[in-house]
């Protein structure tokens, strides 16, 4: 069965270091997403992407962070200069559909830990 | 804005008891709805959605119905197994979006112990 897939599973970095998160979604998906959840807060949307643009992106998304899908196969999110409160859980997600009720395919996700 | 409240964690169940996990929503308009699962190791899955009110959704024994009176989507199982051991999060997604952003609740894990 087809899967969305991340790597790493857990990553540690220090402040101030860039750090790349990988996605490959399910092959034939059109739209692609990132999430994280900061432990026992919510799982908070960060990104979505479609025809090799942002579609949309949240207050979080700010400019340290970029989004590309340089290859056709993997989705990447890129943090720039972490801080210790980019530590989080990061999901990547894919659907083939879009729109409110479009089942969403989502990875293990990736353990950031920034120190 | 949007924004889903879940029933705050961890539920811990002996095998064969009755689970609820209350979820309310705040959205503009008439979001559908979903419940995802997420198993240990594993990535979050769909477990089961309603896009309208008073619809019901159900999978693996699980059932949720779309209130739009309560504004509420709460998870229910007459008899969990250990197997239900897991995360679980409410979400939502709004009617006019094109591109499926999802708005989620904190999770709960669940522990069902034999």
């Known amino acids: 069965e087809p899967e969305v897939t991340q790597t790493p599973s857990h990553q540690v970095t220090q402040m101030g270091q860039e750090v790349i998160l990988r996605c490959v979604p399910i092959s034939n998906h059109l739209y692609f997403y990132w999430y994280r959840q900061i432990l026992g807060q919510k799982v908070e949307f960060l990104v979505s992407?479609?025809?090799?643009?942002?579609?949309?992106k949240s207050e979080i998304f700010d400019d340290q962070f970029s989004v590309e899908r340089p290859d056709g196969s993997n989705f990447t999110l890129k943090i720039r200069s972490t801080k210790l409160e980019d530590s989080a859980m990061y999901f990547c997600a894919s659907n083939l559909e879009g729109g409110a009720d479009a089942e969403a395919f989502f990875g293990q996700g990736t353990r950031l830990t920034v120190v | 804005g949007d924004s889903v409240t879940q029933m705050e964690g961890p539920v811990t169940l002996s095998e064969e008891a009755f689970l609820t996990i209350n979820c309310t929503y705040t959205?503009?308009?008439?979001?559908?709805l979903f419940w995802y699962v997420q198993y240990p190791g594993e990535g979050l899955q769909l477990l089961l959605k309603a896009t309208k009110a008073d619809d019901k959704g159900s999978n693996k024994g699980f059932e949720a119905t779309y209130r739009k009176e309560t504004t509420s989507f709460h998870l229910e199982k007459g008899s969990v197994q250990v197997s239900d051991s897991a995360v679980y999060f409410c979400a939502l997604s709004r009617r006019s979006s094109t591109l499926g952003r999802l708005y989620f609740g904190r999770g709960t894990q669940l522990t069902v112990w034999p």
């Open positions: 959205a503009t308009g008439y979001p559908s």
């Open positions: 992407f479609y025809n090799n643009e942002i579609s949309e």
